[in-house]
């Protein structure tokens, strides 16, 4: 029986290059469609594990083939193999060399790394639709930025402006129906907006997280937004702590938006105002409240309850 392989692979819209570990295993060049990786992934011996970068969707075709055929299938970051190539003091940059880099990352780290667990529809669906709604925003903040001055194009300017709002309400309807697809989920985002300062996208962002990884604790859920402190000490030094910022940048984005929101808030005020005069600063204890949000919103997801304010005085 043939032991199971580490097999990297660099994703690409039209191929994916192919390594592995071992150094027997030939690096080859695969078309990215569904008949040509499917006959070569049926070749790899049963419980491999194939490891590939997230590449905005292209791997997706084949993170979703290798799962259903039941190889062990894990999506990197890729600030992760950057950092990783360089430590092992990689000197180039091919296709080829960043498939084998990847075999090679996945065969040391495997232990450590979180299986790729596929979306479904609706989940995909919600967040593409979160993720162009931040972008829209972000090119009309850009737009406005860069015209506000400029009084001779005044009026293109506002149809521009106009046309970008249409467009937000288009996607908040959308948002809104995915919300509606199923009941389950959608009383899921009724709950979680029952925290103040938690409008209807953060609620939208956190559902669907939540109802595709299993989180073991609060923590996990913390660290994998990104949300985490990140030490930086040294002999007698205590250096300043720094978010880790590991995670999607979209969800503590909406995260922070409504701790900001929660802090005006009656129940979230007098905390807020505790950490302040604590000596915190400003954001520093806004990235508290988001992260108290965060673990209450776990807590209301595991026990399917609304938001108890009594919950505010738990770990942060």
């Known amino acids: 029986m043939q032991s199971p392989l580490f097999i990297g692979v660099?994703?690409?819209?039209?191929?994916v290059v192919l390594a592995c570990s071992q150094a027997s295993f030939a690096v080859r060049t695969v078309a990215n469609q569904p008949a040509a990786l499917k006959a070569f992934l049926q070749t790899?011996?049963?419980q491999s594990c194939i490891a590939m970068e997230a590449t905005g969707g292209y791997h997706l075709r084949l993170a979703d083939l290798a799962h259903q055929l039941g190889l062990r299938v894990y999506v990197l970051n890729p600030k992760d193999l950057y950092h990783y190539a360089k430590g092992v003091g990689m000197r180039a940059k091919t296709d080829q060399v960043d498939a084998a880099l990847i075999a090679r990352f996945l065969a040391h780290e495997v232990a450590r790394l979180w299986p790729?667990?596929?979306?479904?529809k609706q989940q995909r669906t919600m967040d593409q639709l979160l993720g162009r709604r931040a972008k829209i925003v972000s090119l009309r903040t850009a737009l406005q930025l860069a015209c506000s001055q400029a009084s001779s194009i005044k009026a293109e300017t506002a149809k521009l402006l106009k046309g970008f709002a249409a467009l937000i309400r288009k996607i908040d309807q959308q948002i809104a129906q995915c919300n509606?697809?199923?009941?389950e989920h959608a009383q899921q985002v009724r709950r979680l907006q029952s925290i103040?300062?938690?409008g209807v996208l953060t609620a939208s962002w956190l559902a669907n997280l939540m109802g595709r990884v299993k989180f073991k604790n609060s923590d996990a859920l913390v660290a994998f937004a990104g949300m985490d402190p990140r030490p930086c000490d040294s002999g007698q030094k205590r250096g300043k702590r720094r978010l880790s910022k590991r995670g999607p940048a979209?969800?503590?984005?909406?995260l922070f938006n409504a701790a900001m929101a929660a802090v005006r808030s009656p129940v979230w005020k007098d905390l807020y105002a505790s950490y302040r005069d604590r000596g915190w600063a400003t954001t520093a204890a806004i990235l508290i409240i988001a992260r108290k949000i965060l673990r209450?919103?776990?807590a209301m997801h595991n026990t399917q309850t609304t938001f108890d304010p009594e919950s505010i005085g738990k770990k942060a």
């Not at 660099?10 to 191929?15: E, G, I, L, Q």
């Not at 790729?116 to 479904?120: E, I, L």
């Not at 509606?180 to 009941?183: D, H, M, N, R, V």
Request: hydrophobic share 40%; net charge neutral; proline share 14%.
């Open 44 to 46: 790899l011996p049963a």
């Open 10 to 15: 660099d994703v690409a819209k039209d191929n």
């Open 180 to 183: 509606a697809a199923t009941p």
């Open 196 to 198: 103040p300062g938690v």
């Open 116 to 120: 790729y667990q596929p979306a479904t």
């Open 296 to 298: 209450i919103a776990l």
């Open 250 to 254: 979209e969800g503590r984005r909406l």
